[in-house]
């Protein structure tokens, strides 16, 4: 699955993917908080080339969040 239909999929399910640098982890596009990439535009963010794909979270995609769950408590 290349990062464009990880972003499609996401894009799908009402969540707002954002592109990230291959090998990082964080958004370096500038104004990337705000960035709402529809399915007609994805292919310009999710080119083919290397890369990740993160997700904004909040409202942005329906209030979806990330629990990070590092120690056994």
Same mark, same amino acid.
């Given at each position: 699955? *290349?990062?464009? #239909? ?6 799908? +399910?009402? @969540?707002? !993917? &954002?592109?990230? $640098?291959? =090998?990082?982890?964080?958004? *370096? $596009? *500038?104004? @990337?908080?705000?960035? +709402?990439? *529809?399915?007609? #535009?994805?292919? =310009? ?7 990740? &794909?993160? &997700? ?9 969040? #990330? &629990? #990070? $769950?590092?120690? !056994?408590?």
């Amino acid at each position: 699955m *290349t990062a464009l #239909d990880l972003a499609r999929s996401y894009i799908k +399910r009402g @969540w707002a !993917p &954002v592109p990230v $640098l291959h =090998r990082a982890k964080a958004p *370096t $596009l *500038t104004g @990337w908080q705000a960035l +709402r990439i *529809t399915e007609a #535009d994805a292919p =310009r963010f999710f080119n083919g080339a290397p890369q990740n &794909v993160g &997700v904004l979270l909040g409202p942005a995609s329906n209030g979806l969040s #990330d &629990v #990070d $769950l590092d120690c !056994p408590e």
